[in-house]
């Protein structure tokens, strides 16, 4: 049997999308344990999961109770999911603009204020600045609209850090910070087992 066939088999007879299991995420680990990405969280849907396990690529560490069902075989849902080969986290973080509100962890950099966020030039392009991770931060639509073109000291108003191109490493850090909505207790033990302890 040819890998493909193998393939078209299993999305067959493992891969439905019954109503009670639609909701059965996996936590996706790299080679080290450490989640691929923090926030957000590397999840695939059980479907992946179970068929990346087929295919040999991960190696399941932790199940929910429930399972599926082939015509031969019968497997508990995959929860956390660790990948056989090490996948490099990029060095170089793409500029987007998601990434630069998870860099200002959400808040606006001049009053600190959440939701309603846009992006603004210190520097304003009108005079020169350039659309960077060093002259572009997040910014409330009020704090936007009251800075303008000016410069911080004519909209009289300060930045609660320097802007600076974060590292991979970095958003990593932060994206720990924000904990998506739903957690699963057998997650706990590889989301923070890596996380500096308290002295």
């Known amino acids: 049997m040819t890998a493909l066939m193998a393939e078209d088999e299993f999305r067959t007879s493992f891969v439905r999308d019954p109503a009670s299991l639609r909701h059965h995420p996996a936590l996706v680990l790299n080679a080290d344990y450490r989640p691929l990405s923090y926030y957000p969280l590397s999840l695939w849907p059980w479907q992946e999961a179970v068929k990346a396990a087929y295919m040999d690529r991960v190696v399941i560490v932790a199940t929910y109770d429930d399972c599926v069902h082939s015509p031969s075989t019968t497997i508990r849902i995959p929860s956390v999911v660790v990948l056989k080969d090490y996948v490099k986290p990029q060095k170089q ?107």
């Open 93 to 199: 973080v793409a500029f987007t603009r998601f990434n630069l509100f998870l860099r200002d962890e959400f808040c606006c950099q001049y009053c600190g204020a959440r939701g309603d966020l846009t992006f603004d030039h210190v520097v304003p392009r009108s005079k020169g600045g350039r659309t960077s991770w060093e002259n572009v931060v997040a910014a409330c639509s009020s704090c936007n609209l009251r800075k303008g073109s000016r410069s911080l000291k004519q909209a009289g108003l300060s930045l609660r850090r320097p802007p600076r191109q974060p590292g991979s490493e970095d958003l990593r850090n932060i994206g720990r910070k924000f904990p998506p909505n739903y957690l699963h207790d057998s997650w706990l033990d590889y989301l923070y087992w890596d996380a500096e302890l308290e002295s």
